[in-house]
């Protein structure tokens, strides 16, 4: 019983977010050690009757599974907890993307109900037949308004056709923090998507860990920073996600990139892209592909519908 028991807990274990959690598991096997040395410790040292032993076995059954009680609800309300401030921060971006469209929506009608008034201010060269100022009006005070609005509004609807909810919301948010950082983002959905084959956790720790990157070196970058994000489905067979972003020419080899501990920013950073290498390697349907080509640093996640 114990061993199924135990079987059991170990699936549940490799199939959830503590299965990468360094120092939950750390802590686990310093609880199991510890177990493991109190039972052969009070072992006894020499023959003993029979009912001394099935004294001894009871209590020793009573010990591992109290243990085991114990880290299982410990374990379990770790996961509850995740799971909460998952869906808090999920609430969050949905929040985040309503307000945003709500902006675009108050921007259309302020612009729907002043348009009239615009044109009316051009009037005035064309009456005096002034088409030099009447070119540097329209480029100078129009042009700007007209694409700050459609820039808004791409960002927003490339992601119409990515229809997985989790991380819809997660790339609205990235969208909508790369907006405020004044970076230019642009995304590419052409086909439909309603399923990737990843552990939705799993899968948004990627995203969030590229997109995350993408914006931190496009902040560095001079002259038009750029982030092109992709969702391309391959038919039946796979989803590839792609981030390009512009990069600095001094960034290290690719290899270097991915090494525990390093980073190339100040602080206690530099696990994101170790960590995103664990996380592909976790999953044998999920191929990691990173190259620096042009200028640009490329990420490409192939999620296959098979571990084939």
């Known amino acids: 019983i114990l061993g199924f028991a135990t079987r059991y807990f170990v699936i549940k ?67 509850r907890e995740i799971q909460y401030k998952r869906n808090m921060k999920e609430i969050e971006n949905y929040y985040k993307y309503t307000l945003q469209i709500e902006k675009i929506n108050n921007d259309m009608r302020k ?15 064309i009456r005096e037949n002034d088409m030099a100022g009447l070119r540097s009006y329209f480029n100078d005070e129009i042009l700007p308004m007209q694409d700050s609005m459609q820039m808004n509004t ?12 989790e991380i819809k919301g997660l790339l609205t948010t990235k969208i909508l ?7 230019s983002i642009s995304i590419e959905v052409p086909e439909p998507i309603e399923k990737i084959n990843m552990p939705i956790i799993d899968l948004s720790r990627v995203i969030g860990i590229i997109l995350d990157n993408a914006i931190e070196a496009s902040e560095s970058i001079t002259e038009d920073a750029l982030i092109r994000v992709a969702f ?77």
């Not at 001094?250 to 994101?272: A, C, M, W, Y």
Request: some cysteine; charged content about 15%; proline content about 1%.
């Open 232 to 308: 391309i489905k391959n038919s039946d067979i796979s989803v590839t996600f792609i981030v390009m972003n512009k990069c600095e020419d001094d960034i290290p080899r690719v290899h270097t990139l991915f090494q525990e501990n390093f980073s190339t920013k100040r602080g206690n950073r530099g696990l994101g892209l170790f960590t995103l290498k664990e996380i592909t390697d976790s999953n044998a349907n999920v191929l990691l592909d990173t190259t620096i080509e042009n200028g640009y640093f490329v990420q490409k996640v192939e999620i296959l519908n098979s571990q084939s």
């Open 111 to 125: 612009f729907r109900h002043d348009y009239v008034n615009i044109l009316t201010t051009m009037s005035d060269y």
């Open 154 to 165: 791409v960002k927003i609807n490339g992601t119409e056709n990515l229809r997985v909810r």
């Open 177 to 183: 923090q790369a907006q405020e950082k004044n970076i």
């Open 13 to 79: 274990l490799s199939a959830s977010i503590l299965s990468l959690n360094k120092v939950y598991l750390t802590l686990i096997g310093i609880i199991l050690l510890s177990t493991f040395i109190t039972l052969y410790m009070y072992m006894p040292k020499n023959i003993i009757s029979y009912g001394d032993f099935k004294y001894l076995a009871v209590i020793y059954v009573i010990f591992i599974i109290t243990i085991a009680i114990l880290i299982v609800t410990v374990s379990f309300s770790i996961i």
